[in-house]
Structures are given as structure tokens and as C-alpha cells.
């Protein structure tokens, strides 16, 4: 990797780091990004879609499969309590799940092939914003100009703490869960608290819901069928002491190994919730936010991967189960032949989310170097 190119990937990450935007918010650095890959890359076309991502459009020297590789760029609404230079300038956001660090990888691609054209094939880079709130992956897809690009292959990572700087993570079938979340909005009567009897109070209710969808969790990890609800927000009433309540609502996170288990949880909880509110004469309203589809990594190109990592000679792990985590990439896997994989950020790094944690600078070229050799493997 040419020296430049791996400086300016650092000085754009640390950039990216400073400059931080959340999901559905990236107007400002997606125009940077954008003016950067003008400046210094030649590429064969650049797309804009809707909502701030871009598409950067190389073409190789002979007739080839198109391999779609994809970056997220989003931020998180989390106060960063890091002190170097390069900290977040605004308050209550930061780089905390390492986007920054994707976001410059894809760069260091860009770069690379600006200089050296793939020598079979296509490759469309898709720098992808609001990849936190599940957003981004369906923009871009659902996006009229992503019909332009049809990949044969898509393939992404995600830097993993916890594990050995420039380790790579593989994982066949499913490699990060399923996660949707169900907002179940409860309706009652208000009365006064001295005649409860008057009113229709959600609290028992809500409390047989909760006990109900959280015993039909089957949180064994070892196990095909792999499936829990979190609870994560609870809310009734007001704090009024001489009211009865007349409204609640209940939020769980749903969490799944694949799609089809996810959605047949999707339907219990919903039954749930149906049934209790209806003993309790409760008017119930149901909806779901933030939808996660499992990646499901394509056999060839976690092969393709692997032959990369022992080529390169790095440290090559291979995962029992899936991470619980969600990850929007799952919808390109739902619809193309594809792969997800982790490289490692370092045994001792703060954790994913963590207001501490910081990309690694050092694994961008570990990063670029397998995309190069899975790009060439998946053209054989």
C-alpha cells in the first residue's frame, strides 16, 4: 500500500472522527466525501442516491462479475469522553461503532483502483449512510438509480473489539442476527385513583405482556433456534398520584439467528400482545421500528475470504454463532450472494457503543488488502 494513500485514509478518518453525524443526518460529510473522491480518484462513474450516499463505479480491464463492496459513514448519539485531537467537536455525538473507520477503507479502495483498475470485472464501492437505525441499506436498494448496479457479490466488514488487531473474522450461514423492534401502544380509560374501578388501567396488562413475550425466549446461543426480546422502554401514566392510568406502552428488541425464525417471533409477540389487551378490554396499536434482516453469508464468499486472510498471512478465525448484534448489511444479503466478516480492533479495545472506543488506524490496510484479494477471488 503506497504511503500517501494510507495517510490520507488516516487523516480522512480522524476527519471523520471530529466531524461526526448521526443516522439520516450525513448531509455535510457525504459532500465531503463526495469532493474528496472528485479530487483524487479516477473512477468510471460516481452516483448520488437520495438521503447522502454515494456510489463510486470502477471498471475493470476485461469482462468480469461485479463485486458491490459497502462502507457505512453514520455516527451515533453518544457523548464521546476521548481527549485526543482529533475528539468529536459536537456534543452528544461520536464515532462509536468505527463507521469512520469503514467509511476510510472504502477510500483506501478507491484510491487503489483509481491507480489500477480491477483486472476482471466491476467494483462499486457504496459509501452507505444510517446503517445505526437500519435506514441506509433500504435507501440505497430501494434507490431507482441502484438498478444501474445489479452486483453479482456484495461484500462488507465491520471492525470487531475483543479480538487480536488484524485478526479476520468468518463465519458461514449467519453471521450477525436478525433484530426488529415492536412498539405495543396500550389504550384504557383514565379515572380517578380512589375508583380504579371506573378506568381501565393498562398495568397489569403490560405486565402479563412482558412476562409473556420474555418467556417465549429461547436464549440459547449454541442452539438453530436462537431467539430473544429485550425489554428497552416502559411507560404509563403520569405522575399524577391521584390518577389512574389510562395509557402505556411497552418496547422490546427482537433478536433472531435468520429471517424466517425472526418473523415467526415477530407474529407470537404480536399475538401476545392482541390477546392480553383483549381480556383487558384494552385498545392496542402495534408497530415496528429499526429492522435488521440476518446477514447470510454466500458459501463462495466466505471461501473467497478465507483464501484471502491465508494469503495475506493474517490470523484467521472462524466463529461457532453468529453475533447477536443487528447489521443492515443483512438486506443486501437477502438479495444478492454475499458476505459479511470482521476484522479484528484489538483485544483490549473498548467496546462496540462504548463512549471510549476509537477505530484503529492500523487495520484500514489490513481491511483494504482483503477486499483486493476477494475482489480477484470471486472473479475465478
Not at 489500477?116 to 462499486?124: A, I, L, Q, S, T
Not at 471492525?159 to 415492536?182: C, D, M, Q, R, W
Request: charged share 25%; with cysteine.
Amino acid at each position: 500500500m503506497s504511503k500517501d494513500i494510507t495517510q490520507d485514509a488516516v487523516s480522512l478518518r480522524r476527519y471523520l472522527h471530529a466531524h461526526p453525524e448521526i443516522s439520516c443526518e450525513e448531509e455535510q460529510i457525504s459532500a465531503y466525501l463526495k469532493k474528496l473522491l472528485q479530487d483524487t480518484c479516477s473512477f468510471d462513474d460516481l452516483i448520488e442516491f437520495e438521503h447522502y450516499g454515494i456510489g463510486v463505479l470502477f471498471k475493470g480491464k476485461s469482462e468480469g462479475k461485479r463485486i458491490l463492496v459497502r462502507g457505512d459513514f453514520d455516527a451515533l448519539p453518544i457523548q464521546e469522553v476521548n481527549d485526543f485531537e482529533y475528539k468529536s467537536i459536537y456534543d452528544g455525538k461520536s464515532h462509536k461503532c468505527g463507521h469512520d473507520g469503514h467509511a476510510s477503507i472504502l477510500y483506501t479502495l478507491a484510491r487503489r483502483f483509481s491507480i489500477n483498475r480491477p483486472e476482471k470485472g466491476d467494483v462499486v464501492l457504496i459509501f452507505q449512510p444510517a446503517e445505526e437505525n437500519g435506514e441506509g441499506a433500504k435507501g440505497i436498494i430501494n434507490d431507482p438509480k441502484f438498478e444501474s448496479i445489479k452486483p453479482d457479490y456484495a461484500v462488507a466488514l465491520h471492525n470487531l473489539p475483543g479480538y487480536a488487531k488484524h485478526a479476520i473474522v468468518v463465519k458461514e450461514g449467519a453471521f450477525t442476527a436478525a433484530a426488529n423492534s415492536i412498539i405495543i401502544k396500550l389504550e384504557g380509560k383514565t379515572s380517578h385513583a380512589a375508583e380504579p374501578e371506573l378506568g381501565i388501567n393498562p398495568a397489569e396488562a403490560m405486565a402479563e405482556i412482558t412476562q409473556e413475550i420474555l418467556a417465549a425466549n429461547q436464549p440459547d446461543l449454541s442452539k438453530n433456534d436462537f431467539h430473544i426480546a429485550t425489554p428497552v422502554y416502559t411507560t404509563m401514566g403520569e405522575k399524577a398520584y391521584g390518577v389512574s392510568a389510562g395509557y402505556g406502552e411497552l418496547h422490546f428488541t427482537l433478536r433472531a439467528w435468520d429471517n424466517h425464525l425472526m418473523e415467526a417471533f415477530e407474529k407470537e409477540c404480536q399475538r401476545i400482545a392482541e390477546k392480553i389487551a383483549n381480556q383487558f378490554d384494552l385498545k392496542v396499536d402495534i408497530s415496528w421500528t429499526q429492522e435488521f434482516f440476518s446477514n447470510q453469508n454466500d458459501k463462495r464468499v466466505v471461501e473467497a475470504i478465507k483464501a484471502t486472510a491465508q494469503e495475506e498471512s493474517f490470523q484467521l478465525i472462524t466463529r461457532d454463532t453468529p453475533f447477536k448484534w443487528g447489521e443492515d448489511f443483512g438486506l443486501f444479503t437477502e438479495k444478492y450472494a454475499g458476505a459479511m466478516f470482521g476484522v479484528g480492533a484489538g483485544e483490549d479495545s473498548p467496546a462496540l457503543h462504548n463512549p471510549d472506543y476509537d477505530f484503529p488506524d492500523e487495520i484500514i490496510d489490513t481491511a483494504a488488502s482483503m477486499f483486493v484479494g476477494i475482489i480477484s477471488k470471486l472473479q475465478n
